[in-house]
C-alpha cells in the first residue's frame, strides 16, 4: 500500500522554515531562468512581424545587415521602376521605398550613451506591411523638410525624442514631429525622409530597397535574375527570412546565459535540496522505523520521501514565477549584436517558459530529494526504532 499524499504534505507544514528556505534557494533559480528566457522571448517577438513573406528585401551581397549594405541610388531606381516582382497599387505605382539605417550616438535619459537606430524612409514605406505603423502623437514627417518621428519606447529612454524636440544630425537640426507605434524591431527607431538624412549626414548611398512582392513570388529564381542582369548586383529575400537571422547573436547569447545560470544556481539549489531532506530523514529515523514495522515496504518510503522533495522543488517554482510575472510587459533595452544599435523590447513571459520553469523546479527537487530518500529507505525496522 501506498503512503497517503497527505502525509507528504503534513511533513512540509511541520517543517515550514526549513522547506521555505529550500524553496527560495530553487525559486531563485527558477526566477532567474524565467527571467532570461522571457527577455529572449520578447526580443524574438519583435521579429516575427505578420505578412513578412509577403514583403522583400534587397541588399548588396554578403551583407548580414541593412547596416553592411549599400544599394546605389541609381540602382535602387532601376529596382523600384522596373523589377516586375515588385507589386503596383491601383495607379500603378510601385509599392517599394528605398531605405537608409545608419547608427546614430545619442544620449539616454538615465545617463550614458548608446547607438540608436536611424532610418531613412520614403512615404511609401508606410504602406508596405500588412500591420502598417501607427501614427500615436503629431504628424508624418514632411518629405522634403527636416523632420523626424520618434518610436514610442524611446521617448522614455532616450534624450531630444519628445515631441516637439531637436535632433542633430551633423550640424543638420531635424525636428521631432511624431510618435508612432509599430509592433516589430522597427518599433523603436527614429525615422525621417531618406534623402534628407543622406544629405545630413554626407551619405551616398540606400541601405536596402523593400517592396511587397506579388503573390508565389520565387526568391531563390529571382537572385538568379539579379545575378544575371549587370545593373543589379544585389540580392533578395523575404522579410521573415531576414529577420530569424537579425535574432541570431543575442538570442543565442541569452540562451547560452540562461543555461549557465541554471548550472550554476541550480547545482547549489540541489545541494541545498539534499542537505535539508537528510536532516529530515535524520529527524525521523523513529518514524522511519514504525512506517516499517507495520508493513510499509521500503520502495513506498523511498517515493515519500522522493514526493515530499518534489513538492518543495513545485513550491520553489512556484515562488521563481511569483518573482518574475510582475516583470512581464515591463520594456528594456539591449545592443542588437548584428546592427550594434539598441533596441528597445519588453519581458515576455509565456506559458511554455512558465511550464519550463515547473518542470526544471521539479526535476531540481527530485534530483536533490534522490539520494535522502535512498538513506531513508535503506533503514532497518530494528535499527531505526532503537534512535
Not at 519583435?46 to 541609381?74: C, H, M, N, W
Not at 539616454?108 to 511609401?124: F, H, Q, S, W, Y
Request: proline share 5%; net charge negative.
Amino acid at each position: 500500500m501506498a503512503l497517503p499524499t497527505g502525509y507528504t504534505t503534513r511533513n512540509l507544514v511541520r517543517r515550514r522554515s526549513q522547506v521555505a528556505f529550500t524553496a527560495l534557494g530553487i525559486g531563485l533559480t527558477t526566477a532567474v531562468l524565467c527571467g532570461v528566457l522571457s527577455l529572449r522571448n520578447g526580443f524574438e517577438q519583435l521579429f516575427k512581424p505578420l505578412g513578412a513573406d509577403q514583403v522583400g528585401i534587397y541588399l548588396r551581397p554578403g551583407s548580414t545587415s541593412e547596416g553592411e549594405s549599400g544599394i546605389p541610388r541609381e540602382s535602387a531606381r532601376i529596382i523600384i521602376k522596373e523589377r516586375a516582382e515588385i507589386q503596383r497599387d491601383s495607379e500603378g505605382r510601385p509599392l517599394a521605398a528605398a531605405e537608409c539605417f545608419i547608427a546614430l550616438y545619442m544620449e539616454k535619459i538615465e545617463g550614458g550613451l548608446v547607438n540608436a537606430p536611424l532610418r531613412g524612409i520614403e512615404a511609401a514605406s508606410l504602406t508596405l506591411h500588412p500591420d502598417p505603423p501607427r501614427l500615436l502623437e503629431g504628424s508624418w514627417p514632411n518629405w522634403d523638410a527636416d523632420e523626424v518621428v520618434v518610436g514610442r519606447p524611446l521617448v522614455n529612454r532616450m534624450k531630444d525624442c519628445s515631441l516637439g524636440d531637436t535632433l542633430k544630425l551633423n550640424t543638420t537640426p531635424f525636428k521631432v514631429v511624431g510618435v508612432y507605434e509599430f509592433d516589430s524591431a522597427q518599433g523603436s527607431e527614429i525615422w525621417g525622409p531618406v534623402d534628407r538624412m543622406l544629405e545630413a549626414l554626407d551619405r551616398p548611398a540606400y541601405s536596402r530597397v523593400i517592396a511587397r512582392m506579388v503573390d508565389g513570388v520565387d526568391f531563390e529564381q529571382l537572385n538568379e535574375e539579379l545575378t544575371e542582369d549587370p545593373r543589379l548586383n544585389f540580392e533578395i529575400s523575404s522579410q521573415s527570412s531576414y529577420l530569424s537571422k537579425q535574432t541570431t547573436g543575442l538570442s543565442t547569447a541569452l540562451l547560452y546565459l540562461s543555461a549557465f545560470l541554471t548550472l550554476i544556481m541550480g547545482s547549489a539549489a540541489v545541494i541545498g535540496t539534499m542537505n535539508t531532506m537528510l536532516a529530515t530523514v535524520s529527524a525521523r529515523n523513529h518514524e522511519i522505523g514504525i512506517l516499517l514495522a507495520i508493513g510499509y515496504s521500503r520502495k513506498e518510503i523511498f517515493l515519500s520521501f522522493l514526493l515530499e522533495s518534489a513538492q518543495v522543488g513545485l513550491i520553489g517554482g512556484l515562488v521563481g514565477l511569483g518573482l518574475v510575472a510582475p516583470f512581464h510587459g515591463i520594456e528594456t533595452g539591449a545592443a542588437n549584436f548584428n546592427t550594434f544599435t539598441d533596441i528597445s523590447f519588453s519581458f515576455q513571459l509565456s506559458p511554455t517558459i512558465a511550464l519550463t520553469a515547473l518542470g526544471l523546479s521539479f526535476i531540481l527537487g527530485v534530483v536533490g530529494g534522490a539520494i535522502p530518500a535512498w538513506v531513508a529507505s535503506s533503514r532497518s525496522a530494528v535499527d531505526a526504532l532503537r534512535r
